[in-house]
Structures are given as structure tokens and as C-alpha cells.
């Protein structure tokens, strides 16, 4: 958790949202709605507040929040999961993943991610001690070469994390690249960590659990939070399914990282969870929207885009600009034209830098104006 000259590091998001704060850029940086959850869900938390909801919670969630994940697992994934024992709430997914690496990866283990990767899963991997290999995802749609996959997945593999659909790239995997890692988890006995935050954000496909297919429920930890879904990122509630023997192993670690996690917004997720089908689908419908919005302007101004297939995020290449290295155009950005975005070589390991270095991840879960406006000034590059 040092840069080469030995500092502690910033995440990047922090360095670009403080950049964006200090130059009043419009933030298509660090991945945040700018419209509030829904009123009725903001008020549970603030009535359960006022009726003293302010001691901690039971370590593993409370019993409504917990039943809350196991109905809404069953209702759109077709999973049956004990409350009791096959499911745990956390302090957000990051404390999930965590807790999911910190008890299963030993010093010496190795651990296969995708490339790019949230950049959370590098630092715990770090912190485990562990040695972090990486399949890359290159364009045109940031699709896993399976063969690669294979090679890369040994039985020294402890651990293959994939986040479905994908920040930074907004790619979503399809069943062959699900059943590949089921298939090589079993040939080398290793755990899956499937990070699906997004679940609920696609554009046109549908999301898959890893932990529905054949053979997936048994090996798998399934992570999500209701930042994404429910446009709560600071509240951090997030949670962690999967097999009695795997969420008992999160939950005893997590009783150390933070015990429990906060008793307020529990039973408010609890409720938003329930909502109605209805409100996932406007949702993504409408991030879908700025999506276009976002793309097509991009198009318009020569940026090449990805068009992503769920996510807040899209990825856009500077170099038909007239740039290379995108890391420094986004520490220029703010100030130069008053946007931000965070440049994709962040989430790759820095000898793999090159091949990612002309690409800018813009978030586009903001207003409609904003995206707009955004796009008008992104128009002026490269000045
Ligand atoms: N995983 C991914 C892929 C993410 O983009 C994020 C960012 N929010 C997280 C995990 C962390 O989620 P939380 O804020 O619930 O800790
Ligand atoms: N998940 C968010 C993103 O990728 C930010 C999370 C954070 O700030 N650590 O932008």
C-alpha cells in the first residue's frame, strides 16, 4: 500500500474526486449517483434512527435484512438460501471481499483475477500475502480469451475473483466464460469470489449468478451491496451468500474487521429489496439512457467508445486525440476543461500499463444535464 517511493498510496478515486471538488468539475470520476435512493427507504433509516436503532447490530446482520437478501436472491435468481447460515451482511461489498480473501488466502497462495480489476482486490490480495495473476480483457468488448483463462488457473490457485458485470469496463461475461470458471474451480479446487454490485444495472442482457449455474453454489461467495442498486453508496450495507462452510469463514472474519455494520440502514435495505420489479427496471433503464447519452456524444467529438453492457461506467479511448498516456490527461481534465474521469491503467498491474494507457473511464450515473454538459466540454478536446 506504498507507491515506489515509498508513500502511502491515495486511491485513485479519492485524488480524482479531490480534483474534481478543488476545480468544480462535473465528477464522471468515482462512481456515485448524483440523485438520492428513494425517499420512502431514506426515511426507514431515519425513523429507525429516532426509534433508537443506534447500538450495534448482530454481527451477521439483522434477521429482516438477512430474509430480505434470501427473498430477493430466490425472486430474481431462482436460489433457495438459510437466512441463519447463508448469508451475512457487511460494511458494503468491500468489506465482503475482504473478509471472503483474508479467510481463505494464505500467505503464498495465488489468486486470479481479471485485468482490469476494482482496485480493492489487489490491495487485500497484497495484503494476504498472496501472488495476484491476471487475465487480461482487451478490447473490442473486454471478453476473457477462455484459453488464457486456462493457463492462467493452476493448483496453486486459491481463489478466482470476477465482478460481473465489470468495473471498470462495463462488460458483462456470458454463460461460456461463467461455466469456464466453474469448470477450472473444480479441476484445481479453488474458491469463487463473484462480485456482482452491478447485478441490477444491465442494458439490454440480463445478469447471471455465477452461483446458478451447474456446480457454481457450492465454491462460490457471492457479493453485492446496496450502493449500486439503490443509489446508497455511503451507507455501506453490503452482503455476502453462498455455502454454510464459506459464509460461516467471511462471517468469522468480519467479526474482527468491523463486527458489525450499521444498524440504521439495515432494515431501510431491507425494505428497498422488496421493492417492486418495476423500480430495478426504471433503474437501469434510466442509466442506460445517460449511457447513450454519454456514448453518442463521445462518438460525436471522434472518442471511440465501448459501448458497455451494464454498470455506471463506459470506456473511451483518448488516443485518436492525440493521446497516449490517459493517466496524465485525467490529473489535466479537471482544471483544463472541468470534467473528470479516472484513466483505466489504475486498474491493471503497472507492467501491463501500456496496453490500457489511452483509455479513460467515464462514470455516467449522473443527471441527464450533467451528462450533457459533460460531453460539451469533453467536445473541446484536445485543446
Ligand atoms: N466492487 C466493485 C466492482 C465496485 O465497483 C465497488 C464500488 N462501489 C465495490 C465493490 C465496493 O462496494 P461498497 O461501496 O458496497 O463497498
Ligand atoms: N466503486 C467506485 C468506483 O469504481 C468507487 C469506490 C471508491 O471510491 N473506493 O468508482
Same mark, same amino acid.
Given at each position: ?5 515509498? @508513500?502511502? =498510496?491515495?486511491t485513485i478515486f479519492e485524488e480524482i474526486t479531490g480534483l474534481a471538488n478543488k476545480h468544480n468539475a462535473l465528477n464522471l470520476g468515482q462512481g456515485f449517483p448524483d440523485t438520492e435512493g428513494p425517499e420512502e427507504i431514506r426515511q426507514i433509516a431515519l425513523k429507525s434512527i429516532a426509534e433508537g436503532a443506534n447500538q450495534y447490530a448482530p454481527g ?14 430466490? $425472486? ?13 451482511? @457487511?460494511?458494503?461489498?468491500? #468489506? ?8 481463505? %488466502? ?24 498472496? !501472488? ?8 473490442? &468488448? ?33 454463460? &461460456? ?11 484445481? &479446487? ?8 452491478? #447485478?441490477?444495472? @444491465? ?6 449468478? %455465477? ?24 451507507? !455501506? %450495507? ?12 467471511? =462471517?468469522?472474519? !468480519? ?21 417492486? &420489479? ?11 439512457? @445517460? ?15 465501448? $459501448? ?9 479511448? %483518448?488516443?485518436?486525440l492525440g493521446y497516449q498516456d490517459a493517466t496524465e490527461l485525467a490529473r489535466l481534465l479537471p482544471e483544463r476543461l472541468g470534467v473528470a474521469a479516472i484513466p483505466m491503467s489504475v486498474f491493471v498491474h503497472p507492467e501491463n500499463r501500456q496496453a490500457y494507457s489511452s483509455l479513460l473511464r467515464f462514470a455516467f450515473c449522473k443527471k441527464e444535464d ?14
Amino acid at each position: 500500500l506504498l507507491d515506489p517511493a515509498g @508513500t502511502p =498510496r491515495v486511491t485513485i478515486f479519492e485524488e480524482i474526486t479531490g480534483l474534481a471538488n478543488k476545480h468544480n468539475a462535473l465528477n464522471l470520476g468515482q462512481g456515485f449517483p448524483d440523485t438520492e435512493g428513494p425517499e420512502e427507504i431514506r426515511q426507514i433509516a431515519l425513523k429507525s434512527i429516532a426509534e433508537g436503532a443506534n447500538q450495534y447490530a448482530p454481527g451477521s446482520g439483522i434477521p429482516a435484512l438477512r430474509r430480505a437478501i434470501a427473498s430477493h436472491q430466490k $425472486r430474481f435468481y431462482d436460489l433457495e438460501l438459510d437466512l441463519e447460515t447463508q448469508v451475512v451482511v @457487511t460494511t458494503g461489498a468491500t #468489506e465482503a471481499i475482504a473478509a471472503a480473501i483474508l479467510a481463505f %488466502v494464505q500467505p503464498g497462495d495465488e489468486v486470479v483475477t481479471f485485468e482490469p480489476y476494482y482496485d480493492s482486490y489487489a490491495a487485500m490480495i497484497g495484503l494476504a500475502n498472496a !501472488k495476484h495473476n491476471v487475465v487480461q480483457l482487451q478490447l473490442p &468488448d473486454f471478453q476473457p480469451d477462455l484459453a488464457k483463462l486456462r493457463a492462467t488457473v493452476t493448483d496453486k490457485t486459491r481463489m478466482i475473483i470476477l465482478n460481473n458485470p465489470h468495473n471498470p469496463t462495463g462488460s458483462v461475461f456470458g454463460e &461460456d466464460v461463467l461455466n469456464e470458471i466453474i469448470a477450472l474451480a473444480h479441476q484445481h &479446487d479453488c474458491i469463487i469470489l463473484s462480485d456482482e454490485v452491478y #447485478e441490477h444495472l @444491465t442494458f439490454g442482457v440480463s445478469h447471471v449468478p %455465477v452461483a446458478t449455474l451447474p456446480g457454481g453454489f457450492d465454491r462460490t461467495i457471492t457479493i453485492s451491496s446496496a450502493g449500486k442498486s439503490f443509489s446508497f453508496t455511503g451507507w !455501506k %450495507v453490503g452482503w455476502a451468500t453462498g455455502p454454510e462452510k464459506l459464509i460461516t469463514a467471511v =462471517r468469522t472474519v !468480519k467479526q474482527f474487521l468491523t463486527y458489525s455494520s450499521g444498524p440504521a440502514f439495515q432494515p431501510a435495505v431491507a425494505q428497498a429489496l422488496e421493492l417492486p &420489479d418495476e423500480f430495478f427496471a426504471q433503474f437501469a433503464g434510466s442509466l442506460g439512457h @445517460t449511457c447513450g447519452l454519454l456514448a453518442d456524444s463521445l462518438e460525436q467529438s471522434g472518442i471511440p467508445v465501448v $459501448r458497455p453492457r451494464g454498470t455506471y461506467f463506459l470506456v473511451a479511448d %483518448v488516443s485518436q486525440l492525440g493521446y497516449q498516456d490517459a493517466t496524465e490527461l485525467a490529473r489535466l481534465l479537471p482544471e483544463r476543461l472541468g470534467v473528470a474521469a479516472i484513466p483505466m491503467s489504475v486498474f491493471v498491474h503497472p507492467e501491463n500499463r501500456q496496453a490500457y494507457s489511452s483509455l479513460l473511464r467515464f462514470a455516467f450515473c449522473k443527471k441527464e444535464d450533467v451528462i450533457l454538459e459533460a460531453a460539451r466540454r469533453l467536445s473541446r478536446l484536445p485543446e
